[in-house]
């Protein structure tokens, strides 16, 4: 092979196959379909976190962030880190994520109807925690789309974004993004 085929071949970059995704059960849609769980499981894949730690993140009361807390730990989402001496020397429960959540297939939240507006709330909230500056790029869209279209544009999005969350241990020094894809059908004209 010449110089220029093996420097082609060299900065080729290998895809991995998508990943496969196993549906959510009854259950763990139901722990998904909230908001305030949504931020509390990103929070706890970043770094494990009390109770306390997480109420005053996301500056909500510790009775009602233990309720969500639980609810993740009943569905396998969160589990009880060891228990660490905190600041004060006071023995501390942290929170860890048990599991990653991305390789959950949930097209749509069957048990109730918000739920799937959960992952847009979570989302607008972290934006605004964020401010206007944290936005480093999007896209708006219009596309007429059949289901074969719809299904295959999920299947090259999620093949991208498997590729960077497969090796998203290569990047842990650098800093942390958050962003979200959602396809919906536009209300019908009148």
């Keep these: 092979?010449?110089?220029?085929?093996?420097?082609?071949?060299?900065?080729?970059?290998?895809?991995?196959?998508?990943?496969?995704?196993?549906?959510?059960?009854?259950?763990?849609?139901?722990?998904?379909?909230?908001?305030?769980?949504?931020?509390?499981?990103?929070?706890?894949?970043?770094?494990?976190?009390?109770?306390?730690?997480?109420?005053?993140?996301?500056?909500?009361?510790?009775?009602?962030?233990?309720?969500?807390?639980?609810?993740?730990?009943?569905a396998g989402f969160l589990e009880q880190a060891p228990v660490r001496s905190g600041d004060s020397g006071a023995l501390e429960k942290p929170y860890r994520s048990a599991t990653n959540t991305w390789w959950l297939s949930a097209p749509r939240m069957k048990t109730e109807a918000e739920g799937a507006l959960a992952p847009i709330e979570a989302f607008q909230d972290e934006l605004r925690e964020a401010g206007p500056d944290s936005v480093q790029t999007y896209a708006r869209f219009m596309l007429h789309l059949s289901p074969e279209d719809i299904a295959e544009l999920d299947r090259?999005?999620?093949?991208?974004?498997?590729?960077?969350?497969?090796?998203?241990?290569?990047?842990?020094?650098?800093?942390?993004?958050?962003?979200?894809?959602?396809?919906?059908?536009l209300a019908d004209e009148d």
């Design 1 to 74: 092979m010449d110089d220029q085929g093996s420097e082609r071949q060299s900065s080729t970059r290998v895809v991995p196959e998508l990943r496969e995704r196993r549906e959510v059960t009854a259950e763990e849609a139901k722990a998904l379909g909230h908001p305030l769980r949504l931020r509390i499981l990103r929070l706890c894949r970043q770094r494990e976190l009390t109770n306390k730690q997480l109420a005053d993140r996301l500056d909500r009361d510790p009775g009602t962030v233990l309720y969500h807390v639980r609810q993740l730990v009943d």
């Design 156 to 185: 090259r999005i999620c093949a991208i974004l498997d590729e960077y969350v497969e090796t998203e241990e290569a990047r842990r020094d650098q800093p942390v993004f958050g962003g979200i894809f959602v396809l919906h059908r």
